[in-house]
Every structure is written in C-alpha cells, then in structure tokens.
C-alpha cells in the first residue's frame, strides 16, 4: 500500500455539507445524528483523510434483497433469545434494574472482572459516544489507525476535539509505534478498533497487549472488540485482562454481531471503576436497554451453540466469497470480521448503483484515490447472489 498521502491537502478540500441527509440516512446515525455530513467536491462523504464514501438517494434507490451493507448477522437472533423476549414482554412496565444488574453480573464473569467493571449500553457504538462526550468535553486530541470505525472520532471532534489519523501499515493493521509516537500532552484517548472495520485487518494480540498496557500509563486507551469474537485463525485475544493489572484500558463488547441481535441493542464496555465513574457522573449507560433486549442479552450469553453456529456459518461463506473474488480476479484484504472490502474496476457511485439494481446492498468507499467495495458476508444463498451480480459488474 501507498502510503505517501497528502493530508494538508486532503483537510483542505473545500468540503461541502449535506443538510437534513435525505440521501442514505443509516450513514449518520448517532448522537450528532442531526448535524450535517461533510461532503467532498466530488459529493461524496468525508469519513477520514484517507477515505471517502459514496451513496445513493434512498428515495429512489432499488428494492434491496440481500441487505450486505451493515456488517449483520443474518442467522439472529437466536432462538433462546427469541423466546426470553416473548417470556419477558408482560413485564415490559416496569424497570429491568434487578434484571440489569443480573446481567452485568453475568458478563462480569464471563470477562473475569469484578461487575463494577462493566457499563451497560444500547449497543456498543452508544458506549463509545458518551466515552467520547465525557473525555472531550474540554477538547484535547484523540489518536487512532486510518481507516477507521468513527463513530467515537465523529463524537471527539463534534465536542470541539481534534484527531491524530495514523495510515495503516502495509498489511492494514495498526501501526502501533507511529500510533504511540503521536501521543502529546493533549491527547485523551488512544482508539483501537480490533479487528478493524471498514477494513477487516487484525493486529496481532501480543503486540496489542503490549501497546496497551505500556500506552495505558500515559493515557487511556479505548480497544473496541466488536468483530473480535468472529476472528477465525486470528492471532488476537481480548484486552479486558488488563483490567485485572489495573492498566486503564477501555474494551467495549456488543451483541450486534455474533450474537445476532443488531436490533435489540445492547453492547457493554468493561473498564476501570474510577472510569466508569468518570462516564456515569455524566451519562447513565444501561437506562436505554428495553427490559426484553436484557432478557435477549442474558439468554444469548448461555447460547454457546448459537455462537458456534454463527462463526462456522460465516467463515463458510466468507471462505465461498473469497473463492470467487480470486476467479475474478479481485485482491482482498483478508479480513477477521463478517465483512470483506476489496478494490473495484468502477467508480463507487457506479457500483451502488448496478448492485443495487441486482438487488443487493454494499458499501462504496474511495480509499486513497481509489474505489471499493464492502460486502458483508450475509448466508450462502445471499453471497451466491452478490457474486452473481458482482460478475456482472462492467
């Protein structure tokens, strides 16, 4: 990968705002989802200097049929969870704190941490929102990789924050040394997204673990492990034993992805108690769950079928794509996650809109000059489709 980019330039683009986001409103979804989006000369959306992404006009944009385009779990929820969300509907009138309370308990152990440890939210994307309003309040800098998930970078420049945008390395993992490098006295968090989405990429455990917990005496560092638990083969664990050496890390967790349950929205971040305290003094976390998503969320836990399922299933599918992207001739970024992103042949606008006329939805992006597309690996019958269209595509 080039690297060589000229950010002064980039930063200085003449970007233009989209108001009211008529236009592919699930791209701006968040606490600021009122303020308008940047967008380029080009009318694309300005995510980062290194990434640009196109839409289209929802309004008259194709009936979609294989929905690959917000990295879902297609086989969920599970059936435990289904039936705990009847069962628990008729106490839907009152406070789940107990039932709260029994949960964080649950994850407390499961995670190896005391329950003070843990934040409950609706969905992990909420949690790092409010870390990002707490932390920045008074401005300061935030350091992560490019690209980037930026749903807690968005918030941080939002409050008045700026943002240290380090390149991947070659391989698209974290350049933890240029990352540590970036650190002054006014940054207030760290940001790791591992695996990383929109690219998919790993950086290795140890490594991680090394970063974190030597970076974490200067300065929080937030790791968000969403996708960590669909990583087949990876070298990676999780950052939450950190905890237990006192290290200030920030690890946020969701039941969106393995657990199938995007729309029921809960997610958690296990922390320090201080930092938590911290965070709640401000923002209350777990007061957005519905009673019944708890009930979901606590039977999902014990689901471990379920979970296997889901990581078997989407590695078979993601194994059948990258089958057929190697025919084609496509280069991937081999990707830990359920979601593939590979260079493409048309401009991004072109592809959201010749796939979308085959029915199915994907992510268009421009990264570093060039297009891509974002697949989300869906079920077997849905890749068959995508690879229909994708062979199509002229």
Not at 82 to 88: D, F, I, L, N
Not at 130 to 138: G, Q, S, T, Y
Not at 174 to 179: P, S, T
Not at 303 to 319: C, G, I, P, V, Y
């Amino acid at each position: 990968m080039d690297q060589k980019i000229d950010r002064r330039n980039l930063l200085k683009s003449g970007l233009m705002t989209l108001g009211g986001l008529v236009a592919a409103p699930h791209l701006s979804m968040g606490a600021f989802s009122n303020m308008p989006l940047n967008l380029d000369p080009e009318n694309r959306i300005f995510r980062s200097p290194m990434v640009r992404e196109y839409f289209l006009d929802e309004k008259v944009a194709p009936k979609i049929v294989a929905k690959l385009n917000a990295n879902e779990n297609p086989y969920g929820p599970p059936m435990s969870a289904r039936k705990a969300v009847a069962e628990s509907v008729e106490g839907g009138n009152r406070y789940a704190w107990k039932e709260l309370t029994d949960l964080m308990a649950k994850i407390a152990k499961k995670e190896g941490v005391t329950p003070d440890h843990i934040m409950m939210g609706p969905g992990s994307s909420d949690l790092l929102e409010k870390v990002a309003l707490v932390l920045f309040a008074n401005g300061g800098n935030v350091v992560s990789a490019d690209p980037t998930y930026m749903s807690l970078i968005n918030v941080a420049k939002s409050t008045g924050a700026t943002w240290k945008a380090i390149p991947c390395k070659e391989d698209w993992s974290h350049d933890l040394k240029a990352m540590e490098a970036a650190i002054d006295k006014d940054t207030k968090l760290v940001y790791v997204c591992n695996p990383n989405n929109p690219v998919g990429s790993i950086t290795a455990g140890k490594d991680l673990l090394d970063f974190c917990s030597r970076v974490s005496e200067k300065v929080p560092v937030f790791v968000d492990e969403a996708y960590l638990e669909l990583a087949v083969g990876a070298n990676t664990e999780s950052m939450v034993s950190l905890l237990t050496k006192k290290k200030n890390v920030i690890v946020a967790r969701t039941f969106s992805k393995i657990m199938g349950m995007a729309g029921l929205r809960v997610g958690y971040i296990a922390a320090l108690p201080s930092t938590l305290d911290q965070i709640q003094k401000i923002t209350r976390g777990g007061m957005g769950i519905a009673y019944t998503s708890i009930a979901a969320a606590n039977a999902s836990l014990d689901d471990a079928n379920f979970q296997t399922s889901t990581r078997k299933l989407n590695h078979e599918a993601k194994l059948y794509l990258y089958d057929n992207l190697d025919k084609m001739g496509y280069k991937y970024i081999p990707s830990y996650t359920n979601f593939v992103i590979f260079p493409v042949g048309v401009s991004g606008k072109e592809l959201l809109t010749k796939m979308s006329a085959k029915g199915v939805g994907v992510r268009a992006f421009e990264i570093l000059g060039k297009p891509w597309c974002r697949v989300s690996i869906g079920t077997m019958d849905e890749m068959k489709m995508f690879v229909g269209a994708l062979g199509q595509l002229s």
